[in-house]
């Protein structure tokens, strides 16, 4: 029997247990990857706290895969052929769509893989890439093409949410966004805006964070725990005071708390939008109604991307419009570590696990 070495997580465990484990068995469709690269997500810390709970245990994370084709199964000619031109392009080298869908309905219809009726995600559903070895479907490899390396790998959830954020709130060039939350999603959110031709405020608790912030390109930073936050419109008002800016035409909330979505309110602009990424224990929030209707304040989430969209985020890497902002490197063996670093906002940009 064949093994690999994973990090398993058991149920109601708050670290990972690094053992070996049968490498998976390919079914028609599957193929294996050997994973070089593996993004940690801040997801992967609401799964240890059970905010989002795995169908069983023992449970693999990790989302944010890049890697080589080891081995493959084709379930017909098209994915043979599909197979074939991957290792023409990149050599074997891919990273990997998180949603596994069903494809028929009316969300896979209409090209929205991430709203799928019926979906299924590596790393959350499914065995992820904290492990020597994944097992995927081929329809959900792509091509990781050069000069892009395996730090690609966070473009497919870091890179491509913020994308599809952004392009959802349609920020015109000239135009303000800020990005509440300085971190891999954060940290893609400054430069993917900073692409569309729009000024950014940068927002966070830790004062590197902002440092970091300035260095992919935030016009302004705020460290809101130096500003009132008790009363929003008191931190709007010294906001104010100290960039001489009234008021915001996006908001990037990769937080999602009370104070966060409460400061987006206050903050952005009448008829603005304000798109939530972020969450955490946190199920219900408590937002001025009043304000919200007479400004018609647009509030709306926005959940991973779709496949195309990560296509077009690889494309903003390739011309360097963009880089994966990983700052934290690690071997599976300190994943603890990593997620502990994580915990306490320690990494600042993306912490990615390391396969050599």
């Not at 028609?28 to 993004?39: E, H, P, S, W």
């Not at 989002?52 to 080589?68: M, S, T």
């Not at 959900?140 to 892009?148: G, H």
């Not at 920020?171 to 692409?195: D, E, F, R, W």
Request: proline share 4%.
């Amino acid at each position: 029997m064949k093994t690999m070495r994973a990090a398993l997580l058991y149920e109601n465990s708050k670290e990972l247990s690094l053992e070996e484990v049968k490498i998976p068995e390919l079914k028609n469709g599957d193929a294996l990857v050997r994973v070089k690269a593996c993004g940690i997500c801040y997801s992967d810390i609401n799964i240890i706290n059970g905010v989002i709970k795995p169908p069983r245990y023992p449970h693999v994370l990790g989302h944010e895969i890049a890697g080589l084709i080891e081995d493959y199964k084709p379930a017909n000619d098209e994915e043979r052929m599909f197979i074939k031109n991957i290792f023409q392009k990149s050599e074997g080298r891919v990273l990997i769509y998180f949603y596994i869908t069903c494809g028929h309905c009316i969300h896979c219809l209409k090209g929205e893989d991430n709203l799928c009726l019926h979906f299924k995600r590596i790393g959350f559903e499914e065995w992820g890439g904290y492990a020597e070895y994944v097992r995927v479907p081929i329809r959900n490899l792509l091509p990781l093409q050069k000069p892009l390396d395996f730090n690609a790998a966070i473009l497919v959830d870091a890179g491509a949410t913020t994308y599809r954020a952004l392009r959802k709130a349609m920020p015109l060039p000239g135009s303000i966004v800020m990005v509440i939350g300085i971190g891999g999603l954060g940290g893609m959110a400054i430069q993917i805006a900073k692409a569309f031709g729009t000024k950014v405020i940068a927002v966070d608790i830790i004062n590197e964070k902002l440092v970091y912030a300035k260095k992919l390109g935030a016009d302004y930073t705020v460290n809101l725990e130096e500003v009132p936050h008790e009363n929003m419109y008191k931190t709007q008002k010294r906001i104010k005071e100290l960039l001489g800016i009234d008021n915001v035409d996006v908001v990037i909330d990769t937080v999602g708390n009370n104070n966060t979505v409460s400061l987006g309110i206050h903050m952005v602009k009448r008829g603005g939008r304000i798109v939530l990424l972020g969450y955490g224990k946190e199920k219900n929030l408590n937002i001025p109604l009043i304000k919200i209707i007479y400004d018609e304040i647009i509030i709306e989430g926005s959940r991973a991307a779709s496949k195309w969209e990560v296509y077009e985020v690889l494309q903003l890497a390739k011309k360097n419009l963009i880089i994966p902002n990983v700052t934290n490197e690690y071997s599976l063996e300190n994943i603890n570590v990593a997620l502990n670093d994580l915990r306490t906002g320690k990494i600042l940009g993306r912490g990615i696990i390391k396969f050599y």
